[in-house]
């Protein structure tokens, strides 16, 4: 009889390379009310995927650096998003410890129900947040506040982020 060697598979791992976000595959424009006393701060941002594949919506953040002036709680509400205001939400983050001009920012984000962004297209988000008691922030002292801007704008005052690495604007 014939002997046959007994053959062992070689397990090969198979390995999933992670994508680094690429500064500059987010392209963040940016502009608010001027008004330097309000009681309201608007916040609207146009961004464009830059990069040549999608970017998952879910993975994208971006702030907007401010001084809150008192205690009180705050607000946020998304007005509109060709993505959907139910798929933007905003939560308040104190800076500890406070920079200049910035002892706030306020965080957007998307749920996954915003989908990708595809390579070269845009969405828009026109949000506002206040305090519950309605009383003015100053705006003059705020890190991401433009009081020239009256239309979208490249503005570094803001920064984007892709999965927690920042890929626009600089941080105050």
Known sequence: PTVRPTVTPTVTPTVTPSVTPVPGSLDVRFYGVAATQTNTINVRYKLTNNSSSPIALSNVKLRYYYTKEGTENQSFVCDWSNVGAQNVSGTFTAISP???????????????????????????VQSRFNKTNWSNYTQTNDYSYNSTATSYISWQNVTAYISNARVFGTEP
């Open 98 to 124: 406070a920079k200049t001009n910035a002892d706030f920012y306020l965080e957007i984000s998307f749920s996954s129900g915003a989908g990708n962004l595809a390579a070269g297209q845009s969405i828009e």
